[in-house]
């Protein structure tokens, strides 16, 4: 699994992420391309399969992207002009995005400071006869306590939908996320498996699962690829106005071999990440998440640490910017929603939100990925070393 080259050379740029490509991956993907067959196929049906095993759910839609799947999810639960969303402000901007450009109102919730996921006492206070859904976050590969928001969303008759782009691979309570109702994984070349772009819907409710495979394909009553036909049957028509959002075959073979793959690749982020907590434990000022207790399995999607300037004299950017001249790539995930320039302006009442808006300014991503040696994660180690002695030399 690993690449002994990632470790070789501390002149070379250490990204980030990188994805997890082996020699079959891109064969697979040369085989799809002399087929004759690149759009919806075969293969995405494939690795619709392969979700719904993983997962443990009953139906599994490939599309292009996350952020498709939520605009779907929010088109078929028919959420408009006066509607309201609840979800944190601590995630990708894809999902408040799509609450606005269907005419609704983001209603964001604070999250725990340790962990960055929000819980169903956080939620249950923002929820009025508006409120049309409830999208809570897994985070960086842990699971947010996800029953008790479930059944908030019962009790109210709301929808719950599970943002689980980070948790491909994680267990909420022994069981992986996404089994008991619906969710949304994403495929993103950052993401522990990635079919260059891509998510996947997870669902158990039947007439969900049927509106999103008709809204994701021009609003046909079927696929662009019948199992009988080999093709689109001819009689097809168009039940209501849909979209563009279909996976080709071939986005869904490059994740194929990485999925079957997955536990294998998810163990080489849990061991560099235990590497990374071994480390930092000695070293002030540079504070990991915690890790919340009802996740029984952590994925490992993003290593986050803190960067407290009252401790370590250095703001969050400056710190960044000294692994980069170092050497090392790092992320921010994410800046809150609420703080950036539209969000601003269209809500400018929008509720303060101390627990997110604290880590905001403090969190970095270190580099993650399995191809990392035990000598790149030593180099991220002692470049943050370095980065705090000249801080404080300098100062």
């Not at 793959?261 to 849990?270: C, D, T, W």
């Not at 180099?379 to 100062?395: F, Y």
Request: aromatic share 6%.
């Amino acid at each position: 699994m690993q690449n002994a080259k990632a470790g070789e050379s501390q002149d070379e740029f250490l990204p980030f992420s990188k994805p997890c490509l082996l020699k079959e991956d891109i064969d697979a993907v040369t085989e799809v391309l002399q087929s004759g067959w690149i759009t919806t196929g075969r293969k995405c049906q494939e690795l619709e399969d392969i979700f719904r095993t993983t997962v443990g759910c009953k139906h599994a839609v490939a599309l292009t992207s996350a952020t498709a799947g939520m605009h779907l999810a929010v088109q078929a639960l028919e959420i408009g002009t006066g509607d309201e969303v609840i979800t944190p402000s601590m995630t990708w901007v894809s999902t408040a995005n799509m609450i606005v450009t269907s005419g609704a109102k983001p209603v964001f919730v604070d999250v725990d400071r340790d962990t960055l996921t929000t819980t169903a006492e956080q939620i249950e206070p923002l929820i009025t006869e508006r409120t049309k859904l409830i999208v809570p976050v897994h985070f960086a590969g842990a699971s947010v306590n996800l029953d008790p928001i479930l059944e908030l969303g019962k009790h109210h008759n709301i929808p719950v939908i599970e943002d689980a782009a980070h948790a491909l691979g994680t267990y909420y309570k022994n069981r992986h996320v996404g089994k008991r109702g619906t969710s949304i994984f994403s495929l993103h070349p950052i993401k522990n498996i990635t079919t260059g772009e891509g998510g996947i819907f997870c669902t158990n409710d039947d007439n969900l699962a049927e509106r999103i495979r008709r809204l994701k394909f021009h609003g046909l009553a079927v696929d662009a690829f019948d199992r009988k036909s080999q093709g689109r049957s001819p009689q097809a028509e168009v039940q209501e106005p849909g979209f563009k959002y279909n996976m080709p075959d071939l986005n869904a073979v490059l994740g194929l071999g990485q999925m079957r793959r997955l536990s294998q690749i998810n163990e080489q982020r849990a061991r560099i990440a235990a590497l990374y907590q071994e480390h930092l434990r000695d070293i002030d000022g540079i504070v990991p998440l915690g890790v919340p207790p009802h996740t029984s399995l952590h994925s490992w999607h993003l290593f986050i640490v803190r960067i407290m300037p009252e401790i370590t004299g250095l703001c969050r950017d400056d710190f960044m910017e000294s692994l980069k001249n170092k050497g090392i790539g790092t992320g921010i995930h994410f800046k809150a929603i609420h703080k950036q320039r539209y969000y601003r302006k269209v809500f400018p009442g929008l509720n303060h939100l101390g627990n997110t808006e604290w880590n905001s300014e403090r969190i970095c991503s270190l580099p993650l990925f399995p191809d990392m040696s035990d000598q790149d994660t030593d180099r991220v180690i002692n470049a943050i070393r370095e980065t705090l002695k000249q801080k404080v030399s300098i100062v």
